[in-house]
């Protein structure tokens, strides 16, 4: 997209209220100035190797990444290989990259490699060095968070018990605990050997240490250390929270944020407390005052000084959130998807997700490795389950939120180098306080001549009501304007929605504005389709400018001065409007029902980038397109553009709107019964104490105390093979429940009124054994931890609460689509 320069840009939003929703009408402005230059360019950094064998450079400005000098807005997801089976990992990263992913981040948890002195593993679910080859294969480039310290809700932080015990501190410039670092950073280099980004690997990042508050010449230290063991990366970050003691120099390493919708971490137990709230506005802020109040303590959000000098980059928006004893935090898609939009209207230019993708915790040979009071630290979490709620879950489950984040990764994939110029705008008024549900909320990202509209009418747990009469009203510094919509309309409850105006399709031809979301476009067929998302409730209308342009629609097309309006579009798969222009170019726009945008895909397959349709799971891998459900039906894919495919040896396709339609082969599975018995009843319920920590909360069961807890066994049909990757999923109510085969424990969970998925791939060898087994502590009124309203059962006469309600084995179907000269 071309640049623009002008002295300013005045943006308007008139918005009228109507009923007790919203607030009296008001005449909101905000003033978008001409972009500044960079206040630090890349050569102010202080990185490492930038420079690829194959002459790629990653740089950084304090605007954004660059890549070989173009602004890069990647996106970026946490996934733990130790928290993985390797024999997984190269599906999952795979599902990543379809996601929209670029950059996949893990922690390296010390703890997981060298659990006792002077041994260290990194075999298995351990080798580091086999996820960096297969993330390369997957087309993800990788950042490691090397800590030492890392969190993660890992015993002791990641730090190993041995280490610990030592006379000397740790998380400082101690030279005896630097030598153990120095020990730990030199495996890191030597499993990372040849994979740098210098050596033409993936490794494009480093994290050092993670939410550090001492001194900045640690993290210095660390940096060098890093370096010296081979850890040479365009890139080194740490967390920007909380404030260092001392003043980091600048350009030395980049701070990276964070936002959760809520946190298991909180002392109250009570929903949204403190200052979550302040995450689903759009803010100047970078610095997020609701994470780790357990160990920061309640705080004013302030950024330090000298924030303007670096990007406003993420590693830490909340994908999710795992449950803890004392808060069990049920995430709703929405405020995932929500939190993402209302950073990047904020100026983000690198949405960095925890966690993108669930895990478990590894098998311990010494202790368990979870965070928990018991070990001093400030949280009881589940011994094994580590799921996050994530996008993809521990089982590699595709949630909601997975494909709303990946609508928005195909939008940045086409506009991200553009927007990372576009500087934020706010308007005047903003909601004021927490209990300010009427004032829309709403950003503008703009070059001084094109951009983005952000709304958002969504709050996690608040009822923002919907938005009578909206109109914004750009004034462009020449002196138009442009109405945005032309009429106005309502924005309803819940909505989160970004809209475009300014942008050029092609030569000679312009996008004044649309009321509908763009997703995402591609070449083919003779000119350029564009794929957008219909915005529920809205009219969609379209306004385009070019001299002597012509443009036929399904809907109503009307000359208004230099301008063409189209609305009054019905959303479907084939085309609503064609535009060509005197030059020749034809430009098509495909608006989507909001449900077929979710179940758009754009990914590379038999030689040109596709945009694909399908309810179903889907990678690429090779030459085959490989989609995954639980329902046969959903195994049909759309595939645009398909005019080249037909001499590929494919199956006969059927035209559904602009797609080829393909139905895949995949016969229903047959239906398979679980037979489940209750084998003992509850014994009586514990006293809750409080654990062991400096704020203490309550304490989670310790092992002992399953002695008393109810019991079922669930028996699993003898034809069912565990290799075709089956979930178990238990629909219960209880405070605890725990999975097993025989002596080994499967998961554990919080009950946070959600079912408890368990994938029986991994257990294949307890499957083929026996029962399982399903134990559960009863739920007691009055407890102390916040659960959501409607998970607490109706008590009878008080009496402690644990009940299975059903068990069901959830079967995934597979099947792949790939030219007949690719198939076995």
């Not at 003033?31 to 890349?42: S, Y």
């Not at 802020?285 to 670096?310: F, H, K, M, S, W």
Request: glycine share 10%; aromatic share 8%.
């Amino acid at each position: 997209m071309r640049r623009f320069c002008s002295p300013c840009l005045s943006l308007c939003c008139l918005i009228g209220f109507f009923g007790s929703e919203t607030r009296a009408a008001d005449r909101l402005v905000a003033t978008v100035h001409e972009p500044a230059p960079p206040a630090a360019p890349a050569e102010t950094f202080a990185m490492g190797a930038a420079v690829s064998p194959a002459g790629d450079k990653l740089t950084v400005d304090s605007q954004s990444l660059l890549m070989n000098g173009r602004r890069w807005m990647p996106a970026m997801g946490e996934f733990h290989f130790s928290r993985c089976p390797e024999g997984e990992w190269r599906e999952e990263l795979l599902k990543m990259r379809a996601g929209g992913v670029r950059i996949a981040a893990t922690y390296v948890f010390w703890i997981h490699h060298q659990e006792a002195e002077g041994l260290f593993d990194w075999t298995g679910r351990r080798d580091l060095r086999r996820f960096a080859q297969l993330c390369q294969e997957a087309g993800l480039k990788l950042v490691v968070r090397i800590g030492p310290w890392c969190h993660g809700e890992v015993r002791g932080g990641g730090l190993p018990d041995w280490l610990l015990a030592k006379d000397f501190p740790s998380r400082r410039d101690d030279p005896r605990y630097l030598q153990y670092v120095r020990d730990f950073y030199g495996e890191i280099g030597e499993q990372l050997a040849g994979l740098m980004w210098k050596d033409g690997g993936p490794v494009v990042g480093v994290q050092l240490e993670n939410e550090y508050r001492g001194r900045a010449e640690h993290l210095l230290t660390l940096k060098r250390l890093a370096r010296e063991a081979g850890l040479d990366a365009p890139l080194y970050t740490r967390t920007g929270w909380p404030t260092l003691a001392t003043p980091m120099p600048p350009g030395e390493i980049l701070p990276l944020y964070g936002a959760y919708a809520e946190g298991f971490w909180d002392r109250s137990t009570r929903p949204m407390p403190g200052r979550y709230w302040m995450a689903f506005r759009f803010s100047p802020l970078r610095t997020d005052a609701a994470i780790a109040t357990d160990l920061l303590g309640e705080r004013e959000a302030r950024d330090p000084q000298g924030v303007e000098l670096y990007p406003f980059l993420t590693c830490e928006l909340g994908g999710g959130m795992t449950p803890s004893y004392h808060r069990r935090v049920r995430i709703d898609p929405a405020d995932v998807e929500t939190l993402a939009l209302v950073k990047l209207g904020s100026g983000g230019v690198l949405p960095g997700y925890y966690m993108y993708h669930g895990g478990e915790n590894p098998r311990g040979e010494l202790t368990t490795l979870q965070e928990s009071q018991a070990n001093g630290e400030w949280n009881d979490l589940p011994q094994v389950n580590y799921d996050f709620q994530a996008p993809i879950g521990q089982y590699g489950q595709l949630r909601p939120h997975y494909h709303a984040l990946r609508r928005m990764h195909l939008w940045l994939d086409d506009w991200g180098e553009a927007l990372a110029a576009m500087p934020p705008t706010l308007p005047a008024e903003r909601p004021v306080g927490r209990e300010d549900h009427g004032t829309l909320r709403w950003a503008v990202r703009s070059d001084g001549h094109a951009g983005f509209v952000f709304i958002n009418n969504h709050e996690r747990l608040a009822d923002l009501g919907p938005k009578r009469g909206v109109r914004f009203e750009v004034e462009l510094p020449e002196g138009d304007a442009v109405t945005l919509p032309r009429d106005p309309v309502d924005i309803a409850a819940g909505t989160r929605i970004v809209w475009p105006f300014g942008l050029p399709l092609c030569d000679g031809l312009r996008l004044e504005h649309a009321t509908a979301q763009w997703v995402t476009s591609a070449e083919g067929q003779g000119g350029r389709t564009v794929f957008f998302a219909a915005t529920p409730g809205v009219d969609a209308e379209f306004v385009l400018s070019g001299v002597g342009i012509e443009v036929e629609s399904k809907g109503r097309v009307r000359q208004e001065g230099d301008q063409r309006v189209v609305d009054s579009l019905t959303p479907g798969r084939d085309v609503a409007l064609t535009v060509r222009t005197p030059a020749g170019e034809t430009v098509r726009i495909v608006l989507l029902s909001e449900a077929d945008s979710l179940a758009l895909w754009k990914l590379e397959w038999l030689g040109r980038e596709r945009v694909l349709l399908t309810e179903a799971g889907l990678v690429v891998d090779g030459g085959a397109l490989r989609l995954t459900s639980s329902d046969s039906a959903e195994l049909a894919v759309g595939v645009w553009p398909a005019d080249d495919l037909a001499p590929k040896g494919l199956p006969r396709a059927a035209a559904d709107g602009v797609f080829a339609r393909f139905d895949l082969d995949a016969e229903p599975a047959p239906p398979l019964d679980l037979v489940v018995e209750q084998v003992r009843q509850a014994g009586p319920p514990r006293e809750i104490p409080l654990g062991n920590s400096p704020k203490p909360v309550a304490a989670a069961p310790a092992a002992e105390d399953f002695a008393a807890a109810a019991r079922w066994t669930v028996r699993l049909p003898e034809t069912l093979d565990p290799a075709s990757d089956p979930l178990v999923r238990i629909h219960y109510v209880a405070d605890v429940a725990r999975v097993s085969f025989g002596d080994e424990l499967v998961c554990d969970d919080f009950y946070h009124g959600r079912p408890l998925e368990i994938g029986l791939r991994r257990w294949g060898h307890g499957a083929a054994a026996g029962d399982l087994s399903i134990e559960l502590l009863p739920l007691q009124r009055g407890a102390p931890i916040y659960l959501p309203a409607d998970a607490w059962p109706a008590f009878d006469e008080g009496k402690p609460f644990a009940r299975i309600d059903r068990v069901e084995l959830v079967r995934r179907r597979v099947a792949e689509l790939k030219p007949s000269n690719d198939r076995d």
